[in-house]
Nanobody, 124 residues
Framework: QVQLVESGGGLVQAGTSLRLSCAASRGTFSSYGMGWFRQAPGTEREFVAGMNWIGSRTYYSDTVKGRFTISKDNAKNTGYLQMNSLKPEDTAVYYC?????????????????WGQGTQVTVSS
């Protein structure tokens, strides 16, 4: 089981960028598919982006496609979510998740390991 810790959240203005990090320990991140999810108050947790364990395939929700980029540095055991052109509707707690299979998934229930989340707030 891998332990995940997110960082990089904060309060930013609309149109700017943030990069979230997801540091993995107690496991080899290269053996895990990775996903990013987010949850705004009063809403269900939703899929944002995913990547297979070698980083050759990526997946995005339609709401972030073209603005967000998921990446993974297996040598550093760290995943990233680069978020550009942020909008107020991107405001949420962002979670990193891992599953010990080759593929990523957009279904949160397919993931076994989760970070504690990092708050992203985008002001208009």
């Amino acid at each position: 089981q891998v332990q995940l810790v997110e960082s990089g959240g904060g309060l930013v203005q609309a149109g700017t960028s943030l990069r979230l990090s997801c540091a993995a320990s107690r496991g080899t991140f290269s053996s895990y598919g990775m996903g990013w999810f987010r949850q705004a108050p009063g809403t269900e947790r939703e899929f944002v982006a995913g990547m297979n364990w070698i980083g050759s395939r990526t997946y995005y929700s339609d709401t972030v496609k073209g603005r967000f980029t998921i990446s993974k540095d297996n040598a550093k055991n760290t995943g990233y979510l680069q978020m550009n052109s942020l909008k107020p509707e991107d405001t949420a707690v962002y979670y990193c998740a891992a599953r010990r299979t080759y593929l990523a998934s957009s279904n949160q229930y397919d993931y076994t390991d989760w970070g504690q989340g990092t708050q992203v707030t985008v002001s208009s």
